[in-house]
């Protein structure tokens, strides 16, 4: 292989490396709450009024929504939490991981595909249980040409091909030194 | 400055004390990208248990992340290797013969170059499918691009394993350490069958009409030719590589063995997971491995009539042409479709394709199994000569 493939190659790979971490560090970015939610939402789940807090609206499908539950009973409330997809959305529903704060909860909810979802608020308490319905919009980025997610999909069986390639080159150019210093030839058309 | 008599003695006893470093190196990190080989397979087959059953309920559910342990723990590996050996290579200039050198910065064995860019291409493209995910649905099929790129990646890193025990075998045998010899060549041997088992995800939804190619006049399946091509390439290169009469078959051994463990720890894992995550199933538990009962029956069969052939060959000293063909020929019997779970699978592909389409599909399947046969072929010579020192 060339010492300038071999170059460019390490940069390509310096580059999705780079790339990787910063995907990294973008998925746990998307779990922190900002300081100032995107969207408000006042519920009541059965006897309990709620504020919704969403961190991000439209939530990004594919990364975590960040969102906090607020009541003035908080205290004495219990809380669980779900992200369900609307009819037509090929998904299922998601649990979503929740801590419990002095005013309420906080968490996490998973919004795997786009379209619309509902986050599902239950609530357990005093005055017995209770469900709110939150409405959220998840998008993701525009849609690649199928003909390019299969081109990058490739990349592993094109490296295998340039391997074999280059594999077979490497052999060839050894054949020859072999030849030049006059020693025995291995002959590649008999069965080793 | 030439060197006196002990000054030579002491210098070869410190380039066999700096090779034997390079050996234990090569085959610890060697048998532990292996390990991430294998616990992408697991975490594999226990993600499409976890979709068939549950669905892609968020990104980090416990099968991805025991895959992502295997990219991991498998990256991680090939990037400790080239940097110890560049470190050495650089402070003992006579060691640099016994790797491979890149971009005038780095030497290491060839198989952890392979590791590095696999691994690279899986933890790259686990991102990408969570993207295709979320703008397609979360049943999108296994022939995707990006399932592709990740499963490909990982059947890479088995490869790149390979090639890095095989060095490790060859410097071995060079400093005469049987043990070492026999544990690298034992992990050549599972890291083959690794690669063939990775690959193998990607042939379950081959049968069917969904990937039959409908040409109007003729109806062709794929099924036979890739896995012929997957399977005649991993044969071929361990009977080149591995130093006993029975490799191919001692290969497809391994093969299966990984099949039947994945029944016993994949349906108890999923068991397990939905009552503590109080999931609910979309649909019955089959309380089998799906990937088990996916399995295809008759490599065995290939992977005898590969060994048996290659014998004959050594012995009758035929040409490379005629063992490649004979091979070939032969070895396409154990690439027909006959699953656990649906033994007459060959014969459901016969009624979809008929008897036209059936032919042309096992013509085709004849040249994946030879042009798998000349890979095997190329790669064993390459594994061969590959750092030897």
Request: with cysteine.
């Amino acid at each position: 292989m060339s010492k300038l493939l071999q170059r460019v190659l390490l940069a390509v790979g310096v580059v999705a490396l780079l790339v990787l971490f910063g995907e990294i560090g973008l998925s746990i970015a998307a779990t922190l709450p900002g300081s100032m939610p995107a969207r408000v939402v006042q519920v009541k789940a059965g006897p309990y009024p709620l504020t919704v807090d969403l961190y991000k609206d439209p939530a990004n499908a594919g990364y975590a929504l960040p969102f906090t539950i607020s009541s003035p009973q908080a205290r004495s409330l219990t809380f669980d939490a779900s992200t369900i997809p609307a009819e037509g959305v090929d998904a299922t529903p998601v649990h979503a991981s929740l801590t419990a704060t002095a005013n309420g909860a906080q968490g996490t909810a998973e919004i795997t595909v786009q379209g619309a979802w509902t986050l599902e608020v239950d609530v357990n308490g005093p005055a017995g249980p209770g469900t709110a319905l939150v409405p959220i919009n998840a998008t993701a980025p525009p849609a690649i040409p199928l003909w390019l997610g299969w081109l990058i999909g490739l990349i592993p069986l094109y490296g295998l091909l340039l391997f074999l390639l280059m594999q077979r080159k490497r052999k060839a150019a050894q054949a020859v030194t072999v030849v030049a210093g006059d020693a025995p030839v291995h002959n590649e058309a008999q069965v080793p | 400055m030439a060197l006196t008599g002990t000054g030579a003695a002491r210098s070869s006893s410190s380039l066999t004390r700096s090779l034997s470093s390079v050996l234990t190196l090569r085959l610890s990190l060697g048998l532990v990208a292996l390990l991430g080989a294998t616990a992408f397979f697991f975490g594999t087959s226990w993600d499409i248990q976890w979709h068939v059953l549950i669905g892609r309920d968020r990104t980090l559910i416990p099968p991805h992340l025991v895959m992502l342990t295997g990219v991991g723990i498998s990256g991680i590996a090939a990037l400790s290797a080239i940097v110890i050996e560049t470190f050495w290579a650089r402070r003992n200039p006579a060691l640099a013969g016994s790797g491979t050198t890149f971009a005038d910065a780095f030497s290491g064995s060839l198989g952890a170059y392979i590791i590095g860019f696999a691994a690279l291409n899986s933890a790259i493209a686990f991102p990408l499918d969570a993207y295709w995910h979320a703008l397609y649905g979360i049943d999108v099929s296994i022939l995707a691009p990006f399932h592709i790129m990740i499963i490909s990646g990982m059947a890479l890193v088995a490869l790149g394993s390979a090639y890095m025990l095989v060095s490790a075998a060859h410097l071995a045998a060079r400093l005469d350490a049987p043990i070492a010899q026999r544990v690298a060549t034992l992990g050549v041997m599972t890291a083959l069958a690794l690669m063939m088992s990775n690959f193998t995800f990607l042939l379950f939804e081959l049968i069917g009409r969904k990937w039959t190619l409908d040409l109007g006049f003729l109806s062709v399946n794929f099924f036979i030719a890739l896995a012929a091509l997957l399977g005649c390439w991993t044969f071929v290169t361990a009977t080149r590589v591995l130093p006993w009469r029975w490799a191919a078959t001692s290969v497809v051994g391994i093969y299966y063995l990984v099949a039947l463990i994945d029944n016993f720890y994949v349906p108890p894992a999923t068991g397990v997971l939905m009552n503590t995550e109080h999931l609910a199933l979309r649909q019955a538990n089959p309380g089998v491995s799906i990937v088990t009962f996916e399995w295809p029956l008759l490599p065995l069969l290939a992977a005898l009539a590969i060994d048996i052939v290659a014998q004959m060959a050594r012995r009758r000293n035929w040409s490379l042409r005629r063992l490649m063909l004979t091979e070939a020929t032969i070895a396409i019997i154990g690439f027909l479709p006959v699953l656990l779970w649906a033994p007459a699978s060959v014969a459901r592909l016969f009624n979809i394709l008929g008897p036209v389409g059936f032919v042309a599909s096992l013509l085709l399947g004849w040249l994946g199994c030879w042009l798998g046969t000349w890979f095997g072929q190329r790669m064993g010579a390459s594994m061969q000569q590959v750092e030897e020192v």
